[in-house]
């Protein structure tokens, strides 16, 4: 393990903390002497982070190296106990066919779903097996105080996908129902108890019951990135981050020599809006703009603590969750 330790290491660890108590949970099985003090940390995350914008001061305060095979990490979620990280491990990669065939772009490919369970020193502790014939493509992941929701997708757009509910007790994964597209990221709303997914690239949500009868859907209206993976906080709004592959100037290569932009992004998910969207450019090891998958956001006051991990298994020195920290200023 390899950690870089700064003056805010012990405020990162208060915040991972936080992460856990602070995350929710849906409102049948919350105890209620807890419900408050979640909200209060779900309220204060949204609050603060309406104050990020192009000029807020994000400081690398941690990295911690995982020295198990990690292959493509998707999402990642913290509890009291573990660290989960989403992962998919690409046997055969998918191939684009020159034109569409029954309804899909490319081929399936072959590939391993993974959750895998960490505990807070990032050591492997179990690595849970998901999805069913195609669909093997795990994506970000929401814990809800009692379970952490997952997807797991094909590979491709307009497909398929599995939602699963995995305990982060017994961590027992529970298949709960299968969804007519490719879910790439899922929300549980715990003002509402329904479930939000978003689609390839992120340009359509649904909404479902627990049973899985869809309620509703709609199309993004913003175009800014592709959520990777999103978060559940308070009043029916969702944390997101992500990454948009932009083409260079000409003479850079054009479309043949694409950068990197990330950013992070409020939705509010019942007037189905986004509330506050801010770029964000910092760069991992292999040289992956940070929110390029993994993306949880903690908030102590008006201190903010992000860990992610965008780097895969066989690049730069493997798969590092990074953690930054910045202060800000919510408006009154």
């Known amino acids: 393990m390899n950690r870089i330790r700064t003056r805010g290491i012990l405020t990162a660890t208060a915040a991972v903390i936080a992460l856990a108590a602070g995350s929710g949970i849906a409102a049948q099985a919350a105890p209620q002497s807890s419900d408050s003090d979640r909200r209060a940390a779900d309220t204060a ?162 909404e479902w019951n627990l049973s899985g009868k869809q309620l509703s859907t709609w199309q993004n209206p913003n175009h800014f990135i592709d959520y990777q993976d999103c978060q559940y906080v308070a009043d029916s709004q969702a944390l997101c981050a992500g990454v948009a592959n932009l083409p260079q100037t000409p003479a850079a290569g054009g479309t043949a020599a694409t950068y990197e932009l990330g950013g992070m992004a409020l939705l509010d998910l019942t007037k189905k809006t986004t509330l506050h969207d801010v770029p964000f450019q910092k760069w991992s090891t292999a040289g992956h703009v940070a929110t390029r998958n993994p993306f949880k956001l903690t908030a102590e006051g008006n201190h903010l603590t992000m860990h992610v991990a965008p780097d895969d298994a066989e690049e730069g020195n493997g798969t590092e969750i990074l953690t930054y920290e910045a202060t800000v200023t919510p408006a009154q």
């Open 45 to 206: 995350l949204a609050d603060s982070f309406k104050a990020v914008d192009r000029s807020t001061n994000w400081e690398m305060t941690g990295k911690l190296k995982l020295d198990f095979p990690t292959f493509h990490p998707q999402g990642i979620a913290y509890t009291e106990d573990h660290i989960f990280l989403s992962s998919v491990e690409i046997i055969e990669r998918t191939v684009k066919y020159p034109a569409p065939r029954d309804g899909y772009d490319r081929t399936a490919g072959k590939g391993v779903g993974h959750l895998f369970v960490m505990d807070k020193a990032g050591n492997l502790q179990k690595d849970i097996i998901l999805g069913e014939g195609d669909m093997y493509h795990p994506g970000g992941l929401d814990f809800d105080g009692e379970n952490i929701w997952v997807s797991v997708a094909q590979y491709r757009p307009n497909s398929s996908s599995i939602i699963y509910r995995v305990d982060a007790a017994t961590l027992e994964a529970h298949k709960q129902f299968e969804a007519p597209d490719h879910f790439g990221g899922i929300v549980m709303d715990r003002q509402t108890g329904h479930l939000v997914g978003n689609t390839w690239g992120s340009r359509r949500f649904a």
